[in-house]
């Protein structure tokens, strides 16, 4: 007997996206106690890892769990877009003597980019999650970085949804 994963598993992701199951079971879900898990990081700095995919796959089931036992229940994922991880792909990309605005750009349309990338990773892991709004975390301006660069340090970071 042959599983042919490789070649079924793209083919229900597919089908659940055009039979729009995620919103069918939100719709269905209205009224009902609410339940919402606001997931963190990964850093949205590369593909996803091992660990990544088991946390985020055992955040699906407490949800869908959720969701059977009578709730609301809604999955809001998050990507951290800040920090060492990505300025390091940015310096490996880019060189590490560009300007901090040059680096934020980048950084930021890095970032942007794994997010898509990520996403579609846990779509095919079978992660049912509002897909079309996460939250991402951008620091609000610059720390020193390694390569020297200074600028004004704030811990504070934002949400915005996408």
Partial sequence: MRGDLARREPQWVKEWQEKKIYERIREASRGRPKFVLHDGPPYANGDIHI????????????????????????????????????????????GKNIPVEKTLSLARAYATEQIERQKKDFQRLGVLATGTTPTRRWRTRAKRTRSGRSARSSRRAISIAA
């Avoid at 055992?58 to 060492?84: E, I, Q, T």
């Fill in 51 to 94: 660990g990544q995919a088991v946390n985020k796959i055992l955040k699906d089931v407490v949800v869908k769990s959720r969701n059977m036992a009578g709730f609301d229940a809604v999955y809001v994922p998050g990507w951290d877009c800040h920090g060492m991880p990505i300025e390091v792909q940015i310096e490996k990309t880019y």
